[in-house]
């Protein structure tokens, strides 16, 4: 993931609000070492060296999906308990199972033998797009009253009343 920095555009500018000067996010770069280092001690950032060397030695691309996972399958069965190719995904970013889609995780797990590439999962007209888990993200979802959206909740309905021991 990259860092993002803010810089205000003009000195005093506004938002359009009044709120005072408002920021843009430029991207910070990292130099090479940074980005190696990063891949060698960090298995949550994607793929690790080791993983990207056994995928570039033993493995064929097979497709990406639209999130920018990268998905591969084995040229050979060598290493298979039960006799089928093993099939790899190189997460975009933070390596989370639910960054995959549906037609994906299908084709990771065997459930459909040929990728999304080559015969694509057909979609009924209720589904809806595909959306990774967003709880612990800024885009997480929180009810009324939750203490993240300013922890007032609506008042007590009247019905109960507290116990007072006489």
Do not use: C
Not at 84 to 98: F, P, T
């Amino acid at each position: 993931m990259a860092r993002w920095r803010s810089q205000s555009r003009r000195p005093g500018s506004l938002d359009g609000r009044g709120r005072g000067p408002y920021k843009i996010a430029i991207p910070r770069v990292r130099s090479a070492p940074t980005l190696v280092l990063k891949s060698i001690f960090t298995w949550w950032n994607s793929a690790t060296i080791g993983v990207r060397f056994t995928i570039a030695r033993r493995a064929v691309f097979i497709g990406q999906d639209d999130y920018g996972n990268r998905y591969y399958e084995a040229r050979d069965n060598r290493d298979s308990y039960d006799d089928r190719k093993r099939r790899w995904v190189i997460y975009r970013g933070y390596a989370d199972a639910s960054k995959v889609p549906a037609e994906w995780h299908g084709w990771l797990h065997y459930t459909f033998d040929e990728p999304p590439t080559v015969v694509p999962l057909p979609r009924k007209s209720w589904e809806l797009d595909h959306e990774p888990n967003l709880t612990g993200t800024i885009w997480a979802w929180r009810p009324k009253g939750s203490i993240v959206r300013g922890g007032e909740r609506q008042a007590a309905s009247g019905d109960y009343e507290a116990w007072r021991p006489e």
